[in-house]
């Protein structure tokens, strides 16, 4: 059955492509593409963008930074992926608002609840940047608060592997992958896949999470479908 309403987590790395910092245009405009397809087909759709591919806060702060200062600008890089995406999305034809947590007024909306859902209500596309405007809070956390408010049926997390494993695969031949798990599996084996403030809101709030390869064409739209792809994460298995 496919879903009505959905938020994709999509990381900074993911719009690095193979290069080693910043964004790669045609990755870019290939994400926009199948986004645009998923939209026309009647799906509400929202992205929450991190900002590694430009500055990470944690590895600011690990360098010597003041912490809340290295995530403040790590939020400034997600504003940066926001607008690029905003321009990818709407070159595919995909009306598209930019919403930051962070006002920027020249370039972005305020974020606000009920005008976020409004423009999902009227096929627009929403990117959320600046991601939940306060430091020692990732983009994962601010996917599912976000998800939450907006009354999201499931979140996509879009990474460059194919699902959750129980060790990173591209160190281990022997990972184990996961075609589903709960929530409190994730919680209690500290498996990698968002970090625990983002996991245990999912859980209280009953948002499944979706975990799948964003490069293999056409995921976004099977996962929209309702196809059975990656690794699934709900209450119960």
């Known amino acids: 059955m496919a879903y009505q309403r959905v938020l994709i987590k999509l990381s900074g790395e993911a719009l690095m492509g193979n290069k080693p910092y910043g ?10 593409e199948e986004v645009s397809e998923v939209v026309n087909r009647g799906t509400q759709l929202a992205i929450v963008v991190g900002g590694g591919n430009i500055f990470r806060g944690l590895k600011g702060s690990a360098a010597g930074m003041d912490r809340s200062t290295a995530d403040y600008v790590g ?3 997600t504003v940066m992926n926001a607008i690029t995406l905003q321009d990818g999305l709407e070159r595919s034809g995909v009306p598209t608002r930019v919403q930051t947590a962070i006002e920027m007024q020249q370039i972005a909306e305020p974020y606000i609840r009920r005008r976020a859902i409004r423009h999902l209500e009227k096929g627009r596309v929403v990117v959320f940047g ?6 020692f809070f990732t983009t994962d956390t601010t996917a ?4 939450a408010e ?3 049926e499931v ?3 879009a990474t460059k592997v194919d699902g959750v494993y129980d060790k990173d695969p591209k160190q281990f031949k022997d990972a184990i992958k996961f075609q589903s798990l709960t929530f409190q599996e994730v919680l209690s084996h500290e498996i990698q896949v968002m970090d625990g403030t983002a996991i245990a809101l999912c859980k209280d709030n009953n948002i499944p999470i979706n975990v799948f390869n964003i490069f293999e064409s056409g995921n976004i739209n099977k996962a929209a479908a309702g196809e059975t792809i990656g690794s699934i994460i709900t209450n119960s298995c």
């Open 23 to 32: 964004i790669d245009p045609s990755i870019v405009q290939s994400i926009a």
């Open 75 to 77: 939020m400034l890089a």
């Open 130 to 135: 600046g991601g939940c405007g306060n430091p």
């Open 144 to 147: 599912a608060l976000r998800a």
């Open 150 to 152: 907006i009354n999201a």
């Open 155 to 157: 979140i996509f997390k």
